[in-house]
C-alpha cells in the first residue's frame, strides 16, 4: 500500500515525487514515458538554471533527481484506475497497486489536425515531434501548422535542415514569446502564411502538397503539427472528477479535485489555461504533494 501513487511522468508529475518523497511519504511514480511533451522541445532557454539545455536533457537530470530520493518509478502503461472504499487501485499493463492518494499529472497529448490525409500520411511526411523528425528535413520543403511558441521553436530547428519552411496559421499574427518571433520573422527560409488552414494532405507514397481553406496549395515534404495539445482526462473523470467545459481537470487552490484524495498537477488542470509552462508545472507538483502530505498526515 503506497501513501501516494503519482500517474504521469512529465515535470509536475516528477516534482510531486520529489516533494512526496522528502514528506517521507511512501511514494511510486508511473507512465509510459519518461518526461513529458516537453522533450520534444530541442532547446528549452526559459527553465531557471539553465539558460541553455534541451528538453531530454533536462527531464534526465530531474529523473535523477527524483531517483536520488529513491522514489520507485514504473514505465508502464497506466490501464485503468479505480476505486474501492478508500483505497485507489491503479492497474498497469503489468501489474496492479494500491494507494491512498493519487496524482494526476498525465499532461496532455498533441492535437491532430483531422483533415483528409493525415492519418494516411503520418509518419510518411507528418509530424508531431520535430526533435524526432526534423534531421528527415534535410534539404526538403517543410511546413509547421500553428502559430505559437511550439511552432516558432519547431521552425527555429528546421532552419537547420530544410531548404524552406513554410508556417501556416491560422491567425493574422504570431504568437509565443518575442524573441522566438523575431527569429523566425529574420530567417530567410521563412515563409509567413497567414489566415489559413490546411482541410487535405495529399501525395502518393509521402505527402507532396497541402490545400488550404484560401484556395491556394502549397508543395511539401513534410508538415509538423504544434497546434496545441489535449489533456489526458478521461482515466480521473471515470472516477467522478469534475471537468470544465475545455476538458480540464477542475482543482481548487490546493490542487485538490472534487474527489477525496484525488489531487491534479500541471497541464491537465484548469488552472493557467492561458500559459501552459514547465515552471507552472513544476510549482503545481509540489503543491498537489503537500496536500497529499497533509490529507496523510490527518489520517494518522
Avoid: W
Avoid at 6 to 19: E, K, N, R, S
Avoid at 21 to 34: C, D, F, P, Q, W
Avoid at 69 to 85: G, L, N, R, T, W
Avoid at 216 to 237: N, R
Amino acid at each position: 500500500m503506497y501513501d501516494v501513487i503519482i500517474l504521469g511522468q512529465g515535470p509536475a508529475g516528477y516534482t510531486a515525487a520529489i516533494y512526496a518523497a522528502r514528506y517521507k511519504l511512501n511514494t511510486m511514480v508511473i507512465g509510459e514515458h519518461s518526461g513529458g511533451l516537453i522533450v520534444d522541445a530541442f532547446i528549452v532557454e526559459n527553465y531557471p538554471g539553465f539558460k541553455k539545455i534541451s528538453g531530454m536533457e533536462l527531464m534526465m537530470k530531474i529523473r535523477k533527481h527524483v531517483e536520488y530520493f529513491d522514489v520507485e518509478i514504473k514505465d508502464e502503461k497506466i490501464v485503468d484506475v479505480s476505486k474501492k472504499a478508500d483505497v485507489f487501485v491503479v492497474k498497469t499493463n503489468e501489474s496492479e497497486y494500491k494507494t491512498t492518494n493519487i496524482i494526476y499529472a498525465l499532461g496532455s497529448e498533441k492535437r491532430r489536425l483531422e483533415v483528409l490525409g493525415e492519418k494516411k500520411f503520418r509518419g510518411h511526411g507528418v509530424s508531431y515531434c520535430s526533435t524526432c523528425d526534423g534531421p528527415f528535413a534535410k534539404n526538403k520543403i517543410a511546413g509547421v501548422v500553428g502559430g505559437s511558441d511550439s511552432a516558432l521553436l519547431t521552425t527555429i530547428l528546421l532552419s537547420k535542415y530544410a531548404k524552406k519552411i513554410y508556417i501556416i496559421y491560422r491567425g493574422s499574427k504570431l504568437r509565443g514569446d518575442q524573441i522566438n518571433i523575431d527569429k523566425v520573422r529574420k530567417d530567410s527560409k521563412v515563409e509567413l502564411v497567414y489566415n489559413s488552414n490546411i482541410i487535405e494532405i495529399t501525395g502518393e507514397e509521402n505527402i507532396d502538397k497541402v490545400r488550404l481553406d484560401t484556395g491556394k496549395e502549397l508543395e511539401l515534404e513534410m508538415l509538423f503539427v504544434e497546434i496545441g495539445s489535449i489533456p489526458q482526462i478521461s482515466m480521473a473523470e471515470k472516477l467522478g472528477c469534475k471537468i470544465d467545459e475545455n476538458g480540464y481537470l477542475i482543482v481548487d487552490n490546493y490542487m485538490r479535485t472534487n474527489v477525496e484524495g484525488v489531487f491534479a498537477a500541471g497541464d491537465i488542470t484548469n488552472t493557467y489555461t492561458h500559459f501552459k509552462q514547465m515552471t507552472m508545472a513544476v510549482g503545481q507538483g509540489a503543491l498537489a504533494a503537500y496536500s497529499a502530505y497533509e490529507k496523510n498526515k490527518r489520517e494518522r
